[in-house]
T-cell receptor, first 112, second 114 residues
């Protein structure tokens, strides 16, 4: 069974641009969550999608958004990038809720 | 919000030694998860705990769900070089409508000295 796949692995963007990251969950998993990991703040919950609906949201500004498709694949978008958005963005999938979550390798975003 | 305090922050040990780390919270958790992360990779789920007092093993790893439901412990026996990495505890946050996502400790960085 394939694991969680995130693309791309690395991205470099300029301040003010926008970016879209993609996540394919484990087959059969319907819940997809996104996390931001930085050295200072650690791992922080962004949002969770289940059956194409955002079910939960963390404490991040509206520049961070996401969506989920009917095949459970998910994308997250960050608009008007800031230097502080540089981080490892991790996607996790689980079967029903996001308790026992399995993570992808992450997308390393660098904003210059 | 629910916060997890993980200790120690880092451990420098010799190969073959046993390792103990813990995670505490001021809030009650119904589930405790332990993850390991290596450089350039995402966290890998090691052990999941669902019941107070539960003791669960995964090879040389053993984790316990504290009786008060406010703490958890992870032990690694007879450490080997591939145990190097950052170990995170995590638990689901709740705000009334189901799990809101996982909250993570800051991690314990395990370093094995030759």
């Amino acid at each position: 069974k394939a694991g969680v796949t995130q693309t791309p692995r690395y991205l470099i963007k300029t301040r003010g641009q926008q970016v879209t990251l993609s996540c394919s969950p484990i087959s059969g998993h319907r819940s997809v969550s996104w996390y931001q990991q930085t050295p200072g703040q650690g791992l922080q919950f962004l949002f969770e999608y289940f059956s194409e609906t955002q079910r939960n949201k963390g404490n991040f500004p509206g520049r961070f958004s996401g969506r989920q498709f009917s095949n459970s694949r998910s994308e997250m978008n960050v608009s008007t990038l800031e230097l502080g958005d540089s981080a490892l963005y991790l996607c996790a999938s689980s079967q029903m809720d996001n308790t026992e979550a399995f993570f992808g390798q992450g997308t390393r975003l660098t904003v210059v | 919000g629910q916060q997890l305090n993980q200790s120690p922050q880092s451990m420098f040990i010799q190969e073959g030694e046993d390792v103990s780390m813990n995670c505490t919270s001021s809030s009650i958790f119904n589930t405790w998860l332990w993850y390991k992360q290596e450089p350039g990779e995402g966290p890998v789920l090691l052990i999941a705990l669902y019941k107070a007092g539960e003791l669960t093993s995964n090879g040389r790893l053993t984790a316990q769900f504290g009786i008060t439901r406010k703490d958890s412990f992870l032990n690694i026996s007879a450490s080997i070089p591939s145990d190097v990495g950052i170990y995170f505890c995590a638990g689901p946050m709740y705000s009334g409508g189901g799990a809101d996502g996982l909250t993570f400790g800051k991690g314990t960085h395990l370093i094995i000295q030759p």
